[in-house]
């Protein structure tokens, strides 16, 4: 097999072995780590092949042999042809403009208040716990039926924003802007407590505090329609059905 042959091959390799993560982790490696790596992947290879007098000549041998026999003029005048256009391709795609609009400055977890109004009372965030997280120890058949209350409740109000699966992805996600939050992964819930999540599912959007915005949130203020129970049964929900835990200050 040429060398020319095996170095690309080489590369191709590499290059699917970096994509490995993002196909089948949904952890891809950014674009930038990823050229890097290719770049130091292709100078390496590059050595390794040409390291000695041999081995230099069986590399270039093959490339010069196209531009100098004339018997392969079929074939260096398709590559003369096929290189030019591949990258006036690559600069054209690099610089075409994008006609997508500017990224929205969101501040995806606003800084809570010390204390909201909700429900006919002043609750402070500080000593507010979810009233049903001590059964999940002490008397799991009360908490897994406040789950399953809660599921009932999110799939009658909030399935149709952050979808069915949780993933913010639901029918109405693509009107609004920015799109509604997904529970799922650790990113969002994983990283707040309990206390923090029931003043954002009691005040919604109108409920946000206005130093440091926008906030640009289309939620509604649930208070008005949920029950304070029904509000932490919803809560209690998207943490069991996400496998997540609430953040906790304590040790």
């Known amino acids: 097999m040429p060398r020319i042959v095996k170095f690309s091959l080489i590369i191709i390799a590499v290059y ?40 230099a000549t069986g590399f270039i041998e093959p490339i010069a042999s196209l ?3 004339p018997s392969k003029r079929a074939a260096r005048n398709i590559v003369l042809v096929i290189v030019p256009i591949a990258a006036a391709w690559i600069a054209y795609a690099a610089l075409r403009p994008d006609d997508a609009p500017p990224p929205i400055v969101r501040s995806i977890h606003p800084a809570p208040p010390a ?14 716990t ?23 409740i999110y799939f009658k109000n909030c399935f149709y924003c952050h979808g069915a699966k949780l993933d913010g992805a639901g029918h109405y996600a693509r009107g609004l802007s920015p799109s509604p939050v ?46 304070e129970d029904e509000a932490w049964k919803v809560v209690t929900f998207i943490y069991d059905y996400t496998g997540n835990r609430p953040r906790s200050w304590a040790k």
């Open 16 to 55: 699917c072995l970096l994509k490995i993560p993002g196909v089948f982790f949904t952890r891809p490696i950014p674009a930038s780590v990823l050229s890097v790596y290719l770049l130091f992947a292709v100078v390496a290879t590059l050595l390794a092949m040409t390291a000695t007098g041999e081995g």
């Open 67 to 69: 531009f100098a026999d």
């Open 115 to 128: 204390a909201f109004t909700a429900y006919g009372r002043t609750i402070e965030l500080a000593s507010l």
């Open 130 to 152: 979810n009233p049903y997280r001590a059964s999940e120890k002490e008397n799991p058949s009360q908490f897994r039926a406040a789950v399953d209350e809660g599921a009932e």
């Open 182 to 227: 997904p529970f799922r992964g650790t990113d969002t819930i994983a990283q707040l407590q309990e206390s923090y999540v029931f003043w954002r599912v009691a005040k919604g959007g109108p409920g946000l505090p206005r130093e440091g915005g926008p906030w640009l949130s289309a939620m509604p203020a649930w208070e008005d329609a949920l029950t």
